[in-house]
């Protein structure tokens, strides 16, 4: 992520920095802090572009899953039919359209909570990364205005 290498520039800079006598006050150069501020608040939004992708990402999948289970129902309501037709294996057709109809549901909610499960963990990172990148801003803000 290109925000994070910003901070560390950032905290290298001040790490670097001349300290004033007698003081945990630095000397930095304010327009060298400013420009890194501007990198970073104009790589923010590709990070919310990133977070809306994983959104969008996650509502494919979803969909797609539930496709493959309505097509998999559909084939097993199909067999079912067809099935139902032959009197002499009808209970068997039942059961064997059943179970299908089973795996496809399954199928569907193991899919969806996958999906569920690996798109909260991407926010969740991003989240933290925001997190953290703000208060990292917010302490450089603070030592740049000596507080």
Known sequence: MKIISLLN?????????????LSS???????????????ILQSLPDDMKEAQWVKEERKKI????????????????????????ENQITQSAYLEAEEIRKRAEDISKEI?????????????????????????????RKELRGK
């Open 25 to 39: 006050k630095i000397l930095v150069n304010p327009e060298q802090i400013l420009e890194i501020i501007q990198e």
């Open 112 to 140: 969806r909570q996958s999906t569920n499960e690996y798109a909260d963990n991407v926010l969740k990172k991003m989240q933290f990364d925001l997190k953290s990148l703000m208060e990292q801003i917010e302490n450089n």
């Open 9 to 21: 520039e950032l905290e290298r800079i001040i790490q670097e920095s001349t300290n004033l006598p």
């Open 62 to 85: 979803l969909i797609e899953a539930q496709k493959d289970a309505e097509r998999v129902l559909g084939d097993a309501e199909s067999k079912i039919r067809e099935m139902v037709d």
